[in-house]
């Protein structure tokens, strides 16, 4: 990031930001692979446990951690799950 003439010399001030630009404590963009991922999942068409698994917890064997973590939304049955519906996903 560039810095303003104006602007003390640890405070950071992109490009498009006016002069008097400051950052906001606790207001900093992080990296993407700092920021946690959802902490839930609408079901799609064509979804299973497994694609949810690998696509948003990087690991297809998690999804049944998914499963118990939503048993009352899913049922009894891993293998049919609803469009439309949402999922809590484990940490």
Do not use: C, F
Request: proline share 10%; charged share 30%.
């Amino acid at each position: 990031m560039a810095k303003s003439a104006d602007s003390p010399a640890d405070t950071p001030s992109p490009d498009y930001a006016p002069k008097d630009y400051k950052v906001i404590p606790g207001s900093e963009i992080h990296a993407p692979d700092e920021i946690k991922h959802a902490t839930t999942y609408t079901i799609k068409s064509g979804d299973n446990l497994s694609d949810i698994a690998q696509a948003q917890l990087g690991d297809a064997t998690r999804w049944k951690e998914i499963y118990e973590l939503n048993k009352d939304v899913i049922g009894d049955n891993p293998d049919l799950i609803h469009p439309g519906k949402t999922l809590k996903l484990p940490e």
